[in-house]
């Protein structure tokens, strides 16, 4: 059974630029969770998205926003990209949604480096 | 504000020599108290589901205990492959936020 895959691993952008992550969940699950990961801050909650909504939202600013298609794959943007963004971005998918679980099975990330 | 504390930060332990990682929690309403393992250059890899004070799970050499306020992650006899950093996470009556999990604690097992 394929896992979650995180599309691009590994990516350089500059100041002001945007970036869009993909993910494709395990097949079967519907929730599509994004965290964000630093040295500093650990792992925070951004959105998770169940059966195309999205269900809750983490305290980050407007720049970050997401999507989730009718197939469940998912994708996150970033605009106007700033230093502090440079984090890895995770990706976790479930069966249902995560408020009812916690039992997230993550992809290896998208290492993003802002310049 | 919902918030998990873990500790240590970082442990160096021998190759068999048991010890407990410690993860305390302010989280309103908790429905549930998750442990993962990362590796490197990984995603979070789950391990166990706590609900309720005094339930206890176990996988190979690691147990998770839960109290009203914290829980412990008890390593018995490990081995360098047991290597990683440890999540824990808190999961809210709301669900509004999704899981707020801990710093980690970096665990290195040595041969």
């Known amino acids: 059974k394929a896992g979650v895959t995180q599309t691009p691993r590994y990516l350089i952008k500059t100041r002001g630029q945007q970036v869009t992550l993909s993910c494709s969940p395990i097949s079967g699950h519907r929730s599509v969770s994004w965290y964000q990961q630093t040295p500093g801050q650990g792992l925070q909650f951004l959105f998770e998205?169940?059966?195309?909504?999205?269900?809750n939202k983490g305290n980050f600013p407007g720049r970050f926003s997401g999507r989730q298609f009718s197939n469940s794959r998912s994708e996150m943007n970033v605009s106007t990209l700033e230093l502090g963004d440079s984090a890895l971005y995770l990706c976790?998918?479930?069966?249902?949604?995560?408020?009812?679980?916690?039992?997230?099975?993550f992809g290896e990330g998208s290492r993003l480096t802002v310049l | 504000e919902d918030q998990v504390t873990q500790s240590p930060e970082a442990l160096r332990l021998q190759e068999g020599e048991s010890s407990s990682l410690n993860c305390s929690y302010t989280v309103s309403g908790l429905r549930g108290l998750f442990w993962y393992r990362q590796d490197p250059g990984k995603g979070p890899e789950f391990l166990f589901t706590l609900y309720s004070a005094g339930e206890e799970k176990e996988k190979e050499r690691l147990k998770a205990t839960l109290t009203k306020k914290e829980s412990f992650l008890h390593i018995t006899a490990p081995k360098p492959e047991d290597s990683a950093t440890y999540l824990c996470a808190g999961h809210s009556g709301g669900g509004a936020d999704g899981l707020t999990f801990g710093k980690g604690t970096h665990l290195i097992i040595q041969p």
């Open positions: 998205y169940f059966s195309e909504t999205q269900r």
């Open positions: 976790a998918s479930s069966l249902g949604s995560s408020a009812n679980t916690g039992e997230l099975f």
